[in-house]
């Protein structure tokens, strides 16, 4: 089973060495509103900041909320397309680190963002509504966690 599982990201992985080539090739920064729900744990609910940078094929994440518990993130999209007109979609798989302050808690997993994306003015400003299937271990209390990571967020591509 685990080398199916292999053979699969390899494969998923290999054919998407173009998943940035059409919009967003370069530079992109923007903000995000983030949640999440079920488990215990988890990304921090609050305002992140989105970084794309030229050459490297990462989007990503890096948050805090009113608690300042701090939450970063980093995925690779896998496949995008266009649903219609100025309506596209990604799909990722990527990871996340948060450091909770009080009381102290470090949560780490892996992520499959599935978003809808806009772009009312080409290919320089993007809407997105994500989705993030999420499963993660925790510190403290000591133990996996599954949730569902969202957001919604803009950037602007340069």
Do not use: C
């Not at 989007?59 to 518990?69: A, F, K, R, Y």
């Not at 450091?99 to 290919?123: C, K, M, V």
């Not at 989705?131 to 967020?153: E, N, R, Y």
């Amino acid at each position: 089973m685990k080398k199916i599982l292999f053979l699969v990201l390899v494969v998923l992985l290999a054919s998407a060495t173009g998943a940035f080539a059409a919009k967003g090739s370069g530079l992109a920064i923007g903000g995000e509103g983030s949640l999440y729900f079920g488990g215990s744990g988890g990304m921090p609910m609050g305002a992140m900041l989105t970084l794309h940078l030229p050459k490297f094929p990462m989007m990503l994440g890096i948050g805090i909320d009113s608690s300042l518990d701090i939450g970063v993130t980093a995925d690779y999209w896998v496949a995008r397309g266009n649903l219609a007109s100025i309506f596209g979609w990604y799909v990722g798989v990527g990871g996340y680190l948060t450091l909770y302050s009080s009381p102290f808690d470090l949560a780490l997993g892996g992520r499959i963002p599935i978003a809808l994306q806009a772009w009312p003015f080409g290919q320089s400003f993007e809407i997105f509504l994500e989705v993030a299937p999420a499963v993660g271990f925790s510190l403290i209390p000591t133990g996996f966690d599954w949730h569902i990571q969202s957001a919604l967020g803009f950037r602007f591509w340069f």
